[in-house]
């Protein structure tokens, strides 16, 4: 912003001293200390009062005029807000019942004037049956009975005047309808609507705010029901205010020490600058707790909008395969008798009652021939690749299910459980696992559990453990849960919900996205910075508060860009970025 001196009588000064008492009255905040006026106004009333002397016309109409008329100020660039009338087809494009053509913008009652001629405007918000016509040709009917919705400015969804037009969904008549109205006679332009134009609007009207956009693309991208459900937690506002709420203390709380630095001088405070910085701290620490909460909960909403990510782990030949077709119900990955017949990794997408999971079958993992139960005594190098394949995929994924299963001794004269001891460490590590035994129908059930005992005595790491029989749940038995390969989805579910669920209180915070959740620990990053910057010093000094007030303003501006408001000079940028995931018509 800048600001350009203007000339105050003498007798004026006082006035403005005055104001600046009012106005610093009329912006306290949250912090229970004195708060500094905003610093672009602060420096232009410090330019009037060093300004020379002579009548001011502006002064002299009215005092309480005084801080919004006392200098000029060329504003920030911002959004371009265009004049242009917009439409768009917003449902799925094909043939269909029903096609929607949305309209917004000033020449709406224009469009509807040359589409229906000699019809009245439907009452607001009311659906009224109208026939269409060709605005060139007005004895020529496009549509014969179209449902139009009229929704005057700025109670919509875009915050302008809006016309819908519910037509019949023939591609033909589509077309018809969206080759007629740029030719309606207008005031301003008409055009075709570009991707997410609409949405861009209702931000740039104050109808939604950045994060209160990014859930809405993220309600349209959602395929299972959690994903919706966070979705809508995310579209309720609830993070956008309170992310302003945020940069609005920072902001108060930098126009304080900037006052400090302009006013020191001859001005009293009420504080030191010293038990400033210490008050100040003291706000900054209880807020990056708050921040604290959000990171945190940033990584569960994610699980719920990408996906988990699921690797199953084992020796070769242990039911990898089998439990992946079973959880599937197809064959997705080979299985045989022979051993390390998966050498890459196979990787399934599905829903799993709500949460969108990714399984990844992986290679048997061995260290010696030995463990192979079938004749593949040397491991070779193709093996070896799937092998290491396999333990990087583990590494990258949320959940590890590791896989053992009932066989017989190498004697033959008894029964075992085999597992590989490398990939229960791996499990043993993992944020979350299961251990899963297969072939429990390889015995009696006394055997299984006496093997159970044992092998639960052998686990290092308290794991829980399941056992299934993939054998048992391709057969055609009329058991409630043949193989228990329900039983096993049940834990695994239950599993999810404890990985993705939040207090009833802080449900909102699933709606924290990737974006959002970097941006906060930017802001993070700048406000330890200023702790560190405000204890440097005991005194106070003025370096102290120049560079912990520059920390405040950097920090704020991280909360700017989730928001999309405040003075971020690269929030356009970010906009961009967030719009151009939306389709047209939205």
Not at 110 to 136: E, H
Not at 165 to 174: C, D, K, Y
Request: hydrophobic share 40%; proline share 5%.
């Amino acid at each position: 912003m800048q600001i350009h001196r203007c000339s105050v009588s003498s007798n004026s000064e006082s006035m403005v001293r005055n104001a600046l008492s009012r106005a610093r009255i009329h912006t306290r905040n949250v912090f229970p200390r004195r708060s500094g006026l905003p610093i672009a106004f602060r420096r232009a009333c410090s330019l009037i009062l060093a300004g020379s002397s002579g009548p001011s016309p502006i002064l002299s109409t009215c005092p309480a005029l005084l801080q919004r008329s006392c200098f000029h100020a060329e504003p920030q660039e911002s959004f371009s807000f265009v004049d242009d009338t917009i439409y768009a087809v917003s449902t799925a494009p094909g043939r269909a019942g029903i096609a929607i053509v949305r309209i917004s913008g000033p020449s709406c009652l224009d469009i509807y004037k040359s589409l229906c001629p000699s019809r009245p405007i439907p009452k607001a918000r009311y659906a009224s049956l109208r026939t269409l016509y060709d605005p060139s040709t007005p004895s020529e009917v496009l549509d014969s009975d179209a449902l139009v919705l009229y929704f005057p400015a700025p109670k919509t969804v875009t915050g302008e005047e809006m016309l819908e037009l519910h037509i019949h969904g023939g591609p033909a008549t589509v077309k018809a309808v969206l080759s007629a109205i740029p030719r309606c006679p207008s005031m301003t332009p008409i055009r075709y609507a570009e991707p997410g134009e609409f949405t861009r609007r209702a931000f740039q009207n104050d109808r939604l705010d950045l994060a209160q956009v990014e859930a809405l693309s993220d309600t349209l991208s959602a395929e299972t029901e959690q994903q919706r459900r966070a979705a809508v937690r995310g579209n309720s506002g609830e993070l956008g205010r309170t992310y302003e709420g945020w940069r609005q203390q920072l902001l108060y709380a930098r126009g304080e020490l900037e006052a400090l630095i302009d006013f020191s001088e001859d001005q009293h405070f009420d504080e030191s600058p010293a038990e400033l910085l210490t008050n100040v701290a003291a706000q900054v620490e209880a807020m990056l707790k708050s921040i604290a909460s959000h990171e945190a909960a940033s990584h569960r909403g994610e699980l719920l909008k990408k996906g988990i990510r699921i690797s199953l782990l084992g020796p070769p030949n242990a039911g990898k395969s089998s439990l992946l077709n079973q959880i599937v119900g197809r064959e997705a990955s080979i299985v045989s008798q022979e051993a390390g017949t998966t050498r890459d990794i196979v990787e399934v997408s599905l829903d799993i009652r709500g949460y969108l999971c990714t399984f990844a079958d992986t290679a048997g993992l061995r260290t010696h021939p030995e463990q192979s139960l079938g004749s593949d005594s040397v491991i070779g190098a193709i093996e070896q690749e799937g092998i290491r394949r396999a333990k990087a995929k583990a590494g990258e994924s949320d959940v590890i299910i590791a896989i053992a299963s009932v066989e017989p001794t190498d004697s033959g004269a008894g029964w075992s459980i085999r597992y590989d001891m490398e990939t229960l460490a791996i499990a043993a590590g993992a944020s979350q696992s299961l251990v899963v035994v297969n072939k429990s129908d390889s015995v009696p059930s006394e055997v299984l559990s006496s093997l159970m005992a044992e092998f639960q005595g052998a686990l290092k790491q308290d794991m829980p453990v399941i056992t299934i029989s993939c054998k048992e749940a391709q057969s055609n038995r009329a058991t409630h849960d043949p193989g228990r390969i329900n039983y096993f989805v049940d834990q695994l579910v239950a599993l999810f919900k404890n990985m993705t669920a939040l207090p009833t209180d802080m449900e909102d915070l699933l709606g924290v996205t990737e974006r959002q959740r970097q941006l906060l620990s930017a802001c993070s990053e700048h406000l330890l910075e200023f702790i560190a910057e405000a204890r440097s010093d005991p005194e106070g000094g003025e370096c102290d508060i120049v560079l912990a007030a520059e920390h405040l303003r950097s920090a704020a501006n991280c909360l700017s860009r989730i928001t999309g408001r405040g003075e971020a000079g690269d929030v356009e940028e970010v906009l961009g970025v967030v719009f151009e995931k939306f389709c047209v018509g939205k």
